[in-house]
């Protein structure tokens, strides 16, 4: 129920800033279908956490509740030079997302903040990307103006609670399809923009890629939520799926082993060093698309040992491969 009150009480930080003239609690119990007593709650915690939240008026239904316009104004008392260089290169390290909801925002306050800064210092920051860069994973080309609206749109849909119908192109069956669900979450994760939505359809929360909604309509009619969602909601995948995880156990060759030992591929995972050189590793993941394409691509390096079904899956695909290089 956590992540039901973060969103909530998201939504009524939202709904007190964009009124200039405040805003009461039956409005706020109201607009997130609960009651009075527990937006009281809310407030109270949004002003433990530091938000600016004041009230105005007399009690009953003419007290309203506002925002102060600049509730971070003593922050910057409280930052350092490595605060500011990591605020500085967070930009750079969150727009290689294609699309992501929140760039403009961040575009802003990164702006406010360079502001404050003295020309020297301005100078330093801006000779950081020479020091630390980053690369964008594969995914949508860049943040097209389409995607943007449509990322942004999906994002005010999961923060409201609203049914939304979309048109999309799946990827499985090759053919665009008409879904109305209920958006939970969005995820940003390799290189992508994914929304996960409960479908009522076929009662099963599904995972679907941004760019390939060819049509989206929000709806005024809002959803309870009735189910919780992981934090991580891709946890138990190499990739972007969502299902319960397996005991992996595949084996590596001696020479690619300090390439697989270097790296942590799953929290799960667990590494033996053999006798002579090989690696033998266990992970619990979900057996999916995206664990079997991270084995196929070390080639004739990885054996899979278990399950039995993973390694014959693994044996044909190795057996159509070979058949495209075929005379």
Known sequence: ??????????????????????????????????????????????????????????????????????????????????????????RSVVEAFSAWPLADELRTALAKIEGALNPRMREFLSTLPQVVSTKAAP??????PELVDVTRRLFEAVRD???????????????????????????????????????????????FAVERIERLSVQEETFRKTRELP????????????????????????????????????????VTTLDDGRVRMTLDVSNDWALRSWLLGFGADVKVLTPASLASAMRDESRRAADNYST
């Open 1 to 90: 129920m956590r992540n039901a009150e973060v969103i909530r009480q998201w939504q009524i930080l939202r709904s007190i800033e964009s009124a200039r003239t405040g805003v009461t609690i039956h409005d706020l119990a109201e607009q997130a279908g609960v009651t009075t007593r527990t937006i009281r709650r809310d407030l109270q915690a949004l002003q433990e956490a530091g938000f600016a939240i004041y009230d105005e008026g007399e009690e009953h239904d003419t007290k309203r509740w506002r925002l102060d316009a600049q509730p971070f104004r003593s922050v910057e008392s409280g930052l350092g030079v490595a605060d500011v260089a990591a605020l500085y290169l967070s």
């Open 139 to 144: 995914g949508t080309g860049g943040a097209r």
């Open 161 to 207: 609670r609203r049914v939304s119908e979309m048109r999309y192109f799946s990827a499985a069956s090759r053919k665009a399809k008409s879904y109305v669900v209920q958006p939970y979450r969005l995820a940003l994760a390799q290189g992508g923009v994914y929304l996960v939505a409960w479908v009522p359809q076929y009662g099963e929360f599904r995972t």
């Open 231 to 270: 934090a991580d909601v891709f946890g138990s995948s190499l990739g972007v799926f969502s299902a319960e995880p397996e005991r992996i156990e595949v084996e590596f060759a001696a020479r690619v082993a300090p390439y697989v030992q270097g790296r942590t591929w799953h929290d799960s995972q667990q």
